[in-house]
């Protein structure tokens, strides 16, 4: 079921609804279109993993992995910094450390908080992404899919998305 069936065709004709309705079609269609990237990008990272031999890890671990890069953070901070997109940090977390890729100590200041690193196995992964990522850049540009402007007002689209979306809950609250 896609998120157009969802919505209620706006009403054709004079008023805001008919205005609005291509505008309701376009929304909707970038939604689907953000979910089904991430969900890509999950499958081209498991693709890229299969193709050198690494199986211990999931997609969303190795994300997670490239997203702490060279930071010690808590996952706290995973989730508000916006680094993680799943379903549960302490669980990825947990496996992480137990399979050698990250590790933890708990924070000097406050002992209910662990900061977790990467370990040499971990920033291994995070390099794999790194260079696929770094692969995926010069292929857009060499075949010309995006160019740097392009580029720039898409990113510049989305922060703005960003910022209305993380109003909407401020004014939840």
Known sequence: MSMHSQMTPPTQGTGQGGANAGFVTGYLDALALVERL????LDVI???FERV???EINSVQALLLFNVGDNEVTAGELKTR??????NVSYNLKKLVEMGYMHHQRCEVDRRSVRVKLTEKGRMI??????LFE????GLMQKAVLDMDELDRINTALRRVERYWTD????IY
């Open 53 to 55: 031999g690494v199986i």
């Open 168 to 171: 909407q809950i401020r004014y």
């Open 126 to 131: 995070c390099k794999l992404v790194k260079d």
């Open 82 to 87: 916006g680094y993680y997109q799943g379903s």
């Open 135 to 138: 692969g995926h850049s010069e």
């Open 38 to 41: 991430h969900r890509l990008l």
């Open 46 to 48: 498991k693709d890229e």
